[in-house]
């Protein structure tokens, strides 16, 4: 596994461990213990025995795409952090033999793919969108190619926004919430396609599980809502007020760069998974928002 010490990473790590799988995680540090192996993917450096070991890889590398301002730089880092893993890992299972590949390349995308979509519902098979995120998955997504090629199955998880009271979506707005400062965004009525954390990693072990899906998975809920509609909610679930509305110049003023990702609506269903007879612990907001805020 790639990314194993990010927010998604350090729970998959945990939940298949708990399932009875050994996890080696890739570090770009000298390896501390015996289940780390270095590589180096800015250099493309990863030695394919690595690779040659496992069942299945799972590449949830890349610079947070809310964890600072968008300077010209951390543009740069969000896209090369992502699109060098991927290349490096892909191109490491096409250079093995066949009988030595993983059977499962699971590549980290995000909803970003489909940029602004507005009130109109999107499936796996929607076209790439317009603005930097959807540029970045586009290119992520490509970098997977020559494990495609090479006949290994690949599933890009296009994931939403996961739940957890630390990290993601909730963990930056816990506190003004409480404090009773906090409101939608802009005018709310951007669409935000999220996911219990719960379901997330559900999601992953099904499809490392099932030998039948390639290609793009939508990691979302079942039921997206409006940015107001989310606000209402979580409020509710805090028992504090929700009416200061943050303008949407005063989020570009914050933000920079990001703030108009924080605006865009993107209203995406999990069409495959749906398809594939997937089931939610948490198939609507207010139950996954209560198990993000108790840890459930």
């Not at 489909?114 to 499936?123: K, P």
């Not at 928002?289 to 459930?296: G, K, R, T, V």
Request: with cysteine; hydrophobic share 45%; proline share 6%.
């Amino acid at each position: 596994m790639a990314g194993a010490s990010g927010f998604l990473g350090t729970r998959l790590v945990d939940r298949l461990g708990t399932d009875g799988h050994q996890v080696t995680r890739l570090v770009r540090r000298p390896a501390r213990s015996g289940d780390e192996r270095r590589w180096n993917p800015s250099a493309g450096q990863l030695d394919p025995a690595v690779v040659a070991e496992a069942d299945a890889v799972v590449n949830l590398a890349g610079a947070g795409v809310g964890d600072r301002r968008w300077t010209d730089d951390y543009r740069r880092l969000i896209r090369t952090s992502r699109v060098d893993s991927t290349g490096t890992l892909a191109r490491a299972i096409a250079g093995l033999p066949a009988a030595d590949r993983p059977k499962l390349l699971l590549n980290a995308s995000a909803v970003g793919w489909y940029g602004d979509t507005g009130d109109r519902v999107v499936e796996e098979d929607a076209p790439a969108g317009e603005g930097f995120l959807a540029d970045v998955c586009r290119v992520w997504e490509a970098a997977t190619r020559p494990a495609e090629d090479a006949g290994v199955r690949v599933v890009r998880l296009r994931t939403g926004l996961p739940l957890h009271r630390d990290g993601g979506l909730l963990k930056p707005q816990l506190l003004p919430f409480k404090l009773g400062v906090a409101g939608r965004l802009g005018s709310g009525r951007q669409w935000l396609p999220w996911i219990s954390m719960a379901d997330w990693l559900a999601v992953a072990v099904f499809l490392l599980d099932r030998d039948d899906l390639a290609g793009p998975v939508n990691g979302v809920g079942p039921a997206p809502v409006t940015n107001a509609e989310f606000t209402r909610e979580f409020a509710r679930q805090l028992h504090r007020p929700a009416i200061v509305p943050i303008p949407a110049l005063a989020l570009k003023v914050v933000l920079g760069g990001f703030a108009q990702e924080a605006l865009t609506s993107t209203r995406v269903l999990p069409g495959v998974l749906s398809g594939a007879g997937f089931e939610y612990r948490h198939p609507d907001l207010a139950s996954a928002l209560h198990a993000a805020l108790h840890d459930e």
